[in-house]
DNA sequence: GCCGTTTTCGGCCCGACTGTTTTCAGTCG
């Protein structure tokens, strides 16, 4: 376990507290920004800071600098930087705590915190609360009855999400836009639709739902906005404008609106989409072209203040001599540099995928985990129509404590048989099957399956599902340990995360990556909602180490095949290519992978 | 304090909203 005190939260959380020091003390607010820009780049590290201190490679992370490094080192060495502590003397504790509750910045809260004498950090937010009953917050010099109002209210907010400001599953999020889009377009004044933000970026978990309409003229915006805040399940409308609308669909999820006309839809819908980080790199390229950038268009700094406008995201990149960048990969990495060198590559597509190595059957195995409940002739039909070249049956291994190996083999003899029966007289005209099989990696790194059982299968996938708290050291000889096995070709859900459940395992990526490009084992994409495992930033990695990816639905019935649509983004938000991915090979290419 | 396809010095993303203001500071996305 990494000690709290070095993670990249508590890190992150360091600088922040330096940048809101600075802010209170009014110190050169540039500096400010390079302290938040630092906390940004540590917060969005796709590795743990510390190990990259380990490697001395702290000034290699954009945004930090000597400065910066310096004090991060001596507080990796010793628990503690001098100077950071020198800059944060003077700002009680209880100040970070307030910032906590929204519309509350460092000022305020240091104010709030002097001139209240809320020295407490446990109970900070008790205490406001209290003093705000007494109206004591009105009374301080730039506050008023409206602002004291305002934080009573922010600090409600704040106590009630704390028990649920849980994000939404992609796919839910997804069919909910849907269904809101649907039903814009019934207004004949909607020109078109997309979704806005981390949906369109299609990042794992979303928080708001975002929404563009584009419009034929500004007059139609009244009845546009009008028409959505009578969308049937509005709980409540939280504004509602000339340009934008937000209502509550559910107790915590809010759909927003933005309408825009044609000739200036483009700037809108890449502006909203983001990621931030993109956009304030999108904007600093800009500048040094001697640009500004906004979401209403594109500005000449010096002279003729003329706003261009873009009617589409392609003209606005390629405005700045950029290749397109899809939503997926806009997240601020090193994606505008590569497109100024034409080098964003092709994005692996859904109608690339032949088949899918991961399904579940309602076939009685005597399983160790659950069952699907579709049977194999009806998986391949599904798959036909899906239009796929192949399907994998991966039921989970039999149960394997407490019963014989002798008794297991016959099992995976008996389903080999009752297979290859069903398919020797049911004939399909396209789609092919192999026989897989998921089995567990037990504690010790051995795999739930005797060896002979191996000879009734065409490969095998692993994957853990129990003993997940382990030691990082232990986990990754285990699971290296499995992949050493027989006609083992894909390790599942690679992290064993479950969102907003539980946590990714630690392991030693390096280590699983190399092993796996060593034996030709394909890393698993896993597109169930609650997984969309591997993560999409570990992809990014393991590509760049040359592994391959799988993506596969994990379905238990045959709707859930369509999920693997999710896993697609999931692969993209990675930036895999066709090439990256083992199932865009064709049957007797993946055949051929199967045994070599 | 960071950073470089006009710069190793001289810049630093943009705009909206809100409240307490008399021209702007603080916060947010």
Redesign the pocket.
Known sequence: MTEDKFSNKAITHLLRSVAAAY?IKNE?R??I???N??ADAVEHLDREIKDVWEDGKL?E?????????D?LDEYFKKGFSK?IDWVLSGIPPSVFEL?K?????????YKLVKSLKLTQPDTVIADLKKAISENKV?NI????????E?IRQAIELYEGQASKKERMPLPYAYSLAQEISNYLKKNPKVKRTDAL?SLRRMVATIGDIDIAVEIASAKDADEVISHFTKYPKTLRIE?A?G??ASIIIAPNISADLRVQEKEGYGSMLQYFTGS?SH??KL??F?????Y?????GV?K?RGSQKLMKFETEEALYSFFGLQYIPPEIREGTNEI?LA??NKIPKLVELKEIKGDLHIHSSYDIKPSHDRGSNSYDEIVAKAEKLGYEYVGFTDHNPRFTGVSAEVINKIMKRRKQYIDDIFSTKKFERTKYFIGIEVDILPDGTIALPEKSIEYVDYLIVAIHSSFDMDKDLMTKRIIKALQYPKVKILCHPTGRLLGKRDEYEVDWDKIFSEAKKKDIALEINSWPQRLDLPDTIVRKALEKGVKMAINSDAHSNEEMELLFYGVEVAKRGWAKKNDIINTLSYSDFKKWLVR
């Open positions: 802010l050169n540039f500096k920004i390079a302290y820009k630092a000034k992370i954009p945004g930090i600098g000597p400065s910066i490094a004090h100077h910032m509750i929204r519309t509350i910045g460092p000022k305020k809260a009105a010099p730039s506050f008023g009855n409206k602002s004291q305002d933000g504004n404008g340009k934008k931030k956009n304030i904007r600093e800009a500048l040094r072209k001697g500004s950038l906004s979401e209403y500005k700094v540099e100024l060198k």
